[in-house]
């Protein structure tokens, strides 16, 4: 029997997720709320970019929505710039009695060691309530920093050190509070944005390495950032909004992972706005944007993975596979204990049911 979910948002990430819902035969959407008024009526399929009626409208009332019983939600509003907001609405979900897979808050992907238990222990209170379990991912922090250097770690008699790279022309992408808000591109260099702020970069991406540094069985000393902003040459205009001569127009940053004085698990990100700047920063193995992860070891490895969509470019199918991990996750999310769930929990496995020839077409 088909799963009912409820949806939430309809941005870059939730318009795909939405999508799948939709098409996909394991789920029978139960409802969809949104925060724009302009979205407020329009059905489910018209808003997730789909030539068909759903008969599901979209509202703007969460908790009238979960009057519908879910058992999953889809939770895909943006968290970066209003967690308090993000969590509350989480919290309100768990304890309604629907399991929750999220795309944000991104520290919920493993929150303990970076948030404090004054905003952990509230969200586990609501599982508890509810009888519900939560499960965050995404493409980095999320599947590209855990599922691929698991994987293939596992090869391996020996590993040294583990690095995880998103190396990604963000041109194309759309995304507005986040590329210029957020990240700052277009800022003055130096002008620090909230990501640059001491200690966001290691709250954001620390959940990553202290999830793989569990998963390997240690425990980190320290975890450290470093940062580096490129200026445009000149002024020019990408999908988020217009970037001024000087502004902030390429960045590289780290996130390191020390142990014994040495690094030994890193998330290294390189993200351009036109590929011709930094030629001397990392450079993907496909136009647009790849993925990485390099192990030091016996073997050693370098895998490059390289996203591509008939839908959308580089941008549109690393968003598109984090959307995908979400989604496939629910029957495993909802089969769960109460809890707050992470990749370490849940079966290696969350692909079944996608392969085409299980799908009627």
Known sequence: MAIRVLHVATGNVGRIALSQLIEDPRFDLAGLVVSNP?????????????????????????????????ECTVYCALGEIRLTKALGDIRTILASGSNVVASSPVPLIYPWGVLPDGMIDPVEDACRAGGTS????????????????????????RVER???????????????????????FGRPVGELPKMFR????????????????????????????????????????????????????????QIRGVVGGKEVLVIDHTNRLRGDLRPDWPQPAQDGGSYRVEIDGEPSYRVDVCPSSARGDHNYSAIASGAGRIVNAIPDVVAAPPGLRTPLDLPFNTARGVFATTLPR
């Not at 939560?134 to 090869?155: E, H, K, Q, R, Y």
């Not at 690095?163 to 509070?177: K, V």
């Not at 445009?232 to 001569?245: K, L, R, S």
């Open 38 to 70: 302009g979205k407020i009526g329009r059905d489910a399929g018209e808003l997730a970019g789909l030539d068909v009626v759903t008969g599901v409208q979209a509202t703007g009332d969460l908790e009238a929505a979960l009057a519908a019983r879910p």
């Open 162 to 184: 583990v690095r995880c790279l998103e190396i990604a022309d963000y041109a194309s992408y759309d995304g507005s509070p986040v590329i210029l808000d957020f990240m700052g």
């Open 134 to 157: 939560l499960f965050v991912t995404g493409v980095d922090p999320g599947w590209a920093n855990d599922l691929l250097p698991f994987a293939i770690a596992s090869t391996c008699q």
């Open 198 to 253: 001491p200690g966001m970069l290691a709250a954001s991406w620390g959940v990553s390495l202290r999830m793989l540094a569990r998963g390997f069985g240690f425990e980190l000393d320290e975890i450290t950032e470093w940062f580096e902003q490129e200026p445009a040459p000149e002024a020019f205009d990408v999908a988020a909004g217009h970037i001024p001569a000087g502004g902030v127009a390429a960045v590289r940053f």
